[in-house]
């Protein structure tokens, strides 16, 4: 190996010059992902801090009329002395548990029916007509009748979630099972599966992202038909809350009202994601579903 | 001579046409494999070839004829045949481990006593310590090797393969042949093994079977006597290409009519 004396010299202002070269360029290296998300967290969290100023500011010095709208901090006063009054918990108790009870009956009972369809051609024959029906009637529309048939309390407003959320669920079920793939159908079939063993193993796994989208839009029916079922004729709740706030010009209560119910969607809605985590652990990587 | 280890005996399949009739997709297919041999189907698309399969894997029952292994006529799916499928079909929601012990697990079995089999077949086919992975994770290849794994977990006598690599790109489909090669010496079954590559087939089989279509049947047995273990490099003979020009002269006629079918057909309905 023979190096001539010169050569280190300009092998070392050849790199030199390569360096200057690169740094001249810096190439913009992507960021990573977790820097990403930092970056939308704060954005978010100042969004929604500049929302709620601008609901002060607006509150405060443009619309000035009590009736007509109220600063946050008066309607956060408002919750405050709700709170305190034990008020809140006793009709939010109220609410919560006619959603609970409506809900969870939709949920059941939808998600068996979607299946029995799904499974079976006579029965989605059968009950396909009155789905179709039911699932495009404005059913809020049928509270002042299930009022007069089960009067002022619960049971109306628990019938009323029922109906207007079993729908979604019961729809998404039945397109969750149908959705399976023929593939995998067909591995079942090689591997001698019961069809039971199909039904467990292969059409349940399949439908359950179909599944949390039918609960996830059968949450926001519930809640409107709580809101609604409650205002129109009820002695206890949120929405009674409202109602009544709303006939004693009392704005900063309406607000904060409605205030609990989207809370208490979006932990719903959160909750949701959390359980599909929880039990479809191989969907982590995949997008979410809207 | 060895006893037969699969054989089918005039086996004719139909199906149903749009406003009645029907029509014959195999016509009187009848071939007999040995223990432990590897047959490859190669043929045009519209041969009948994964209709064949699908029936001796008891997927489609056939009209006519019958499928024996061992001299037991089987009519339905059953654990001595183990099936490969084209796309990986693995379930999204299992790990690979759990895809892997699938047919096992639907046939009773525990994961405790089943739990050594799935890792010795992971290490098989290259798969150790990525057990815990699910599909979506893994590359075309290493899903078609759970897909492999799957159907030797069941212990079958006889590996129905169709298309298994139809799907990956050229270089791990060459990857993956030597790979099979290297797994059936080790496990030693009986392979029907589907594919429109004619050096696919050539390259695996002891004997190829060519279909001829509309209806399918076999137009000729080519025994290929290449000695084992074969090497890639096998494939760029002039003996290799002797024999791949031989089955393609067979098929050439066929592919030609297939591609102008189906050019009319799609002048007939659009989309």
């Known amino acids: ?290 | 001579m060895t006893p037969a280890k699969l054989d089918v005996v005039g086996l004719s399949k139909y199906f149903a046409e749009r406003g009645g009739g029907a029509r014959k997709i195999l016509d009187s297919i009848t071939v007999s494999i040995a223990d432990g041999e590897f047959v490859s189907i190669v043929g045009a698309s519209g041969c009948g070839k994964t209709t064949f399969i699908r029936c001796i894997a008891g997927l489609l029952s056939a009209e006519e004829g019958e499928v024996r292994i061992d001299g037991n006529r089987v009519t339905r799916p059953g654990p001595e045949r183990g099936f490969v499928f084209q796309s990986d079909s693995l379930m999204p929601w299992r790990t690979v481990m759990q895809n892997v012990l699938f047919g096992l697990e639907v046939r009773g079995r525990r994961l405790s006593e089943t739990k050594p089999i799935g890792d010795k077949l992971l290490k098989l086919v290259g798969l150790a310590g990525f057990e815990h992975h699910y599909p979506n994770e893994l590359s075309g290849g290493m899903r078609q090797r759970v897909n492999l794994a799957r159907a030797l977990a069941i212990e079958p006598q006889v590996l129905l393969m169709d298309e298994p690599f139809a799907a990956l790109d050229a270089q791990t489909r060459e990857i993956m042949q030597r790979e099979l090669l290297k797994i059936w010496a080790a496990a030693g079954k009986t392979v029907l093994f589907i594919t429109h590559q004619i050096d696919e087939a050539i390259y695996l089989s002891d004997r190829v079977l060519v279909f001829s279509r509309q209806p399918g049947r076999i137009a000729a047995d080519i025994r290929i006597p290449f000695a084992r273990p074969r090497d890639l490099a096998l494939k760029r003979s002039p003996e290799f290409l002797k024999y791949v020009d031989e089955v393609w002269k067979l098929i050439e006629d066929d592919v030609i009519s297939a591609m102008a079918q189906k050019r009319s057909d799609n002048q007939q309905e659009p989309g």
């Open chain 1, 1 to 290: 190996m023979t190096v001539s004396p010169g050569a280190p010299e300009t092998d070392k202002a050849g790199s030199l010059a390569q360096a200057g070269v690169a740094a001249a360029v810096s190439p913009v290296m992507p960021e990573p992902p977790e820097l990403t998300l930092r970056r939308s967290r704060r954005r978010a969290v100042l969004s929604i801090a500049g929302g709620l100023v601008l609901w002060e500011f607006v509150g405060r010095f443009v619309v000035t009329n009590p009736i007509l709208f109220a600063p946050f901090s008066k309607v956060m006063l408002a919750g405050w002395a709700l709170l305190v009054s034990g008020d809140l918990a006793s009709h939010a108790a109220v609410s919560a548990l006619e959603f609970v009870i409506g809900f969870g009956l939709a949920t059941v009972l939808g998600v068996a029916l979607g299946f029995a369809m799904a499974t079976n051609r006579a029965v989605q024959d059968t009950l396909d007509p009155w789905v179709s029906f039911f699932y495009s009637s404005p059913l809020v529309a049928l509270i002042p009748f299930f009022i007069l048939v089960f009067g002022v309390g619960m049971a109306s407003k628990i019938a009323i979630i029922f109906l207007v959320s079993i729908f979604p669920i019961l729809l998404n079920a039945f397109a969750g099972i149908r959705s399976a793939d023929e593939n995998l159908l067909e591995v079942g079939a090689a591997f001698n599966c019961t069809r039971w063993q199909v039904f467990e193993k292969i059409l349940i796994p399949a439908a359950l992202p179909y599944i949390v989208v039918g609960l996830r839009l059968g949450i926001g029916r519930a809640l409107t038909g709580v809101v609604v079922a409650e205002l129109f004729g009820s002695t206890a709740g949120l929405g009674w809350l409202i109602g009544t706030a709303g006939q004693s010009f009392d704005t900063p209560t309406v607000l904060f009202g409605v205030l609990m119910f989207s809370i208490f969607g979006v932990l719903m809605v959160e909750g949701l994601k959390w359980i599909e985590r929880a039990i479809a652990p191989w969907r982590k990587t995949s997008q979410e579903v809207r």
